[in-house]
């Protein structure tokens, strides 16, 4: 169970993009969603500890991880898939794949992992993640760094950017099979319908606050009657019933 | 003189391990060459490779047989205490064909206030169609103030379709060093450098590379990856020629630490229209969302810049 208790987020120079989130993230897989700009990844980074709130606490399982640096946080069970994967000169997919495991792994535990990105591990473990491989290449072996970690709470920035059409199916499978067999929860950030469809709940955020949030099956059908009303899903309270998500 | 039964002492036991592999149980499989404080410590031939002493000069000529296949020689040399100015001359002559490994680890080992210097002059003569690997491991060893020096310098002279590959090493300990390479290429024949340093403390490393493309539809490729820590001191200083239909690609690539400092000044001198040359150069320190990235792995900072220079010296 992660929680958020008022979090604000300030940047140095003014202006904020978090204005005061307080949201339980209890359940298997939980989507957080809203439009451009309205604060989702910076959200998903102060939960990784990449950024540090100004204000407002974190918890994770009841236990303030606030003042935890990234590293600090990732030995406690957070993993986190960067929504622009990080390129090494040197360090292959195996190289990342094992820090992320913490041990080496065997060839099958490296097709398993691969596999369910839609790479085939042959090909590609020994391969340096650097700039030579393609933005979708990059997209999904960053995802599978963070399948490797087996974490408590693994949270991913818009996984379906840059991934073609046939390898998302596989992923959506992906994030299925792992709420259904692993102990871990899933912080997913996306506008596909299709992972909005597997939520258990969904979280709308919009100008740095949480629009609404709830269980998918009263949260999705009014964000998809939004979008033939207005394109925004932000506005869509007026059109509906405002969830309110107190924590 | 043939062969000679191996003496050597502990210093080079110990610098045989790390530079070229050596294992204490079965020694070196194959033919070698093992020269300590400027003397033989041992050596050996195969039925296709011969090392002989030169007689105008100290070194070996290193001979391997024309259609040589899948064979490796070790030619290690060591100097194991201070107030030793080892200059040694090396000629390799690559048969026809031939298809072999050349392991020449290089230690220097200081352990008073007198400096200890390696400088090894190599020449490499590839026939038509040979095909060398050389791979070089160079450290510095001892606690002693004396300069740690090693200064190599390599002339390779490639004919038709031949194909040298240079994979070379240096990670620390090393005090000083000039290392000065050279090639010449004729018709079709290809160099592969591969290149990785690292300095730290008040090293200074500097390496010089000049490649003639003269045939044509030859081609190089230099790539040099280096990590300055420390105070130290690198120059990466590369000419590619191009003077005939060829191609020519030299990479230089640095990571700084510190104070460390790191002068690149690639050149490209291209004498034929279809003489295709390529550089690039990136220096700086290690980027903030390579850090970041091992952090969330689990790694602290300090073990996540580890992680990143192992992998970029790899």
């Known amino acids: 169970m992660l929680e958020l208790q008022n979090l604000v987020w300030e940047l140095p120079g003014g202006g904020s993009i978090i204005n005061g989130v307080s949201c339980k993230l209890g359940s298997r897989l939980t989507v957080i969603t809203g439009p451009n700009g309205g604060g989702k990844t910076s959200l998903a980074k102060l939960i990784a500890g990449v950024e540090k ?119 959506v499978e992906t994030f299925e099979d792992i709420r259904s067999n692993t102990s871990g929860s899933l912080v997913i950030i996306s506008h596909q319908e299709r992972i909005l469809s597997i939520a258990d709940e969904i979280v709308v955020v919009a100008d740095g606050k949480v629009r609404t949030a709830g269980p998918r099956e009263e949260i999705l059908p009014r964000l998809l009657k939004g979008e033939f009303t207005a394109r925004c899903p932000a506005a869509f309270d007026v059109h509906g019933k405002a969830g309110e998500c107190n924590g | 003189m043939a062969e000679m039964k191996d003496s050597f002492n502990e210093v080079t036991a110990e610098m045989l391990k790390v530079i070229s592999d050596y294992d204490s149980v079965t020694g070196f499989q194959g033919a070698y060459n093992i020269r300590q404080d400027s003397m033989c410590a041992g050596r050996k031939n195969s039925e296709n490779i011969t090392i002989e002493s030169k007689t105008d000069k100290p070194g070996i000529n290193i001979r391997v047989k024309p259609g040589t296949k899948g064979e490796t020689v070790y030619i290690p040399a060591c100097v194991t205490h201070s107030d030793v100015d080892d200059l040694v001359y090396n000629d390799f002559f690559i048969g026809e064909g031939a ?91 290809k160099i592969v450098v591969r290149e990785r340093i690292m300095t730290d403390g008040d090293e200074d490393a500097v390496t010089k590379f000049k490649v003639e493309l003269n045939g044509e539809d030859c081609g190089a490729d230099v790539v040099s990856r280096s990590v300055a820590r420390g105070n130290s001191h690198q120059a990466f200083y590369s000419v590619i020629e191009g003077n005939a239909r060829c191609t020519g690609h030299s990479a230089c690539d640095a990571i700084l630490a510190d104070n460390g400092r790191v002068d690149a000044q690639p050149a490209l001198n291209a004498a034929n229209v279809d003489a295709a040359l390529i550089h690039e150069a990136a220096i700086g320190k290690i980027a903030g969302d390579q850090i970041m990235k091992l952090c969330s792995l689990g790694l602290t900072r300090e073990e996540a810049e580890e992680k990143i220079i192992e992998g970029f010296l790899k």
């Open chain 1, 53 to 171: 709130p100004t204000s407002g606490r974190i918890l994770l399982d009841g236990e303030d991880i606030t003042d935890l640096d990234i590293t600090g946080r990732a030995r406690l069970g957070v993993a986190y898939a960067f929504q622009q994967p990080v390129r090494f000169k040197g360090l292959t997919v195996r190289d990342l794949l094992e820090l992320a495991a913490g041990k080496k792994l065997t060839a099958d535990e490296q097709c398993g992992l691969l596999a369910k990105v839609g790479l085939c591990a042959e090909e590609y473990i020994d391969r340096e993640m650097s700039a030579a491989l393609s933005g979708g290449e990059a997209k999904r072996i960053e995802i599978a760094t963070v399948l490797a970690r087996g974490a408590k709470l693994s949270v991913f920035d818009e996984p379906e950017a840059g991934i073609d059409l046939w390898s998302f199916a596989r992923l």
């Open chain 2, 99 to 189: 298809d072999v490994t050349i392991v020449a680890g290089c230690g220097v080992h200081s352990d008073g206030s007198e400096t200890a210097r390696h400088n090894g002059i190599h020449r490499f003569f590839l026939e038509k169609g040979a095909k060398v690997l050389y791979k070089e491991k160079h450290i510095g060893t001892g606690k002693g103030t004396g300069l740690r020096k090693i200064d190599p310098v390599t002339d390779a002279y490639l004919k038709g379709d031949s194909y040298l590959e240079m994979d070379t090493v240096q990670l620390r300990g090393v005090d000083r060093t000039t290392r000065s390479t050279s090639a010449v290429l004729d018709k079709g024949a």
